[in-house]
């Protein structure tokens, strides 16, 4: 039976060099499942899932999606597919707003006019969900570094995501942590039914 939504890598190899990062990995994510990947410094973590996120092409092995073999050619056909990634380095635009970031490149329009307001109110019940006290129309580059790291995961929730993939963007983070994920474990993937892989240096 194939799982609609299940993604998976399959005897996934990468080479860097004389050395051996992945070596014939394979993982399967079903829906309404949390993964967490757990290893030593330098042990591939990230680099599986760049794979996923289309950042890293493997020489050997492959991905497949819903029973179906996929293969990206960069980060924006793994984004097109419902992969959604979040490293710990920030990649929103800090002289935006966060309701301008929250829609970045998906904005809302009536007959060519941006719909401000509707997005404005969407922007505060994400940020809601996610306990963050911030005004949507607050321009991102003014919040703290530990703040921009949860509205990140907060965006990356928003979108239409089937995978969620973070990569420690919380590392930086001490007391928010286990907070954010909580809840980005809570909200959207278990709310649509679909995925989160999460890997976090706290072991
Ligand atoms: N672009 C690259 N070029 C060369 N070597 C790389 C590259 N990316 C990763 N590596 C090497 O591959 C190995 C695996 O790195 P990776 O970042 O996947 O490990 P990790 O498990 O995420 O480690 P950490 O816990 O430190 O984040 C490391 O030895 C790293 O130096
Ligand atoms: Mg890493």
């Given at each position: 039976m194939v799982v609609e939504d299940k993604l998976e890598a399959i005897g996934v190899s990468k080479v860097f060099g004389d050395f051996?990062?992945?070596?014939?990995v394979s993982l399967a994510i079903t829906p309404g499942e949390i993964h967490g990947l757990i290893g030593h410094?330098?042990?591939g973590k990230s680099t599986l899932l760049r794979v996923f996120a289309g950042a890293v092409r493997p020489e050997r092995g492959h991905l497949r999606i819903s029973g179906r073999n996929v293969a990206f050619d960069g980060p924006a056909d793994a984004i097109k597919v419902g992969i959604s990634t979040v490293y710990q380095e920030l990649s929103l635009l800090?002289?935006?707003?966060v309701t301008e970031n929250t829609f970045l490149g998906a904005e809302q329009t009536t007959a060519g006019a941006l719909r401000r307001r509707a997005m404005e109110r969407e922007t505060r019940e994400l940020l809601e969900r996610f306990q963050l006290d911030i005004d949507?129309?607050?321009?991102?580059?003014?919040?703290?570094i530990a703040l921009r790291q949860l509205v990140e995961i907060a965006v990356a929730v928003h979108r239409n995501v089937r995978f969620l993939l973070l990569?420690?963007?919380?590392?930086?983070?001490?007391?928010a942590h286990p907070a954010a994920i909580g809840v980005a474990a809570k909200s959207s993937p278990a709310r649509t039914g679909r995925d989160l892989a999460h890997r976090s240096q706290a072991q």
């Open positions: 051996t990062a992945l070596d014939g410094n330098g042990a800090p002289n935006l707003t949507p129309l607050t321009k991102l580059g003014d919040l703290s990569d420690e963007p919380t590392a930086s983070l001490e007391i």
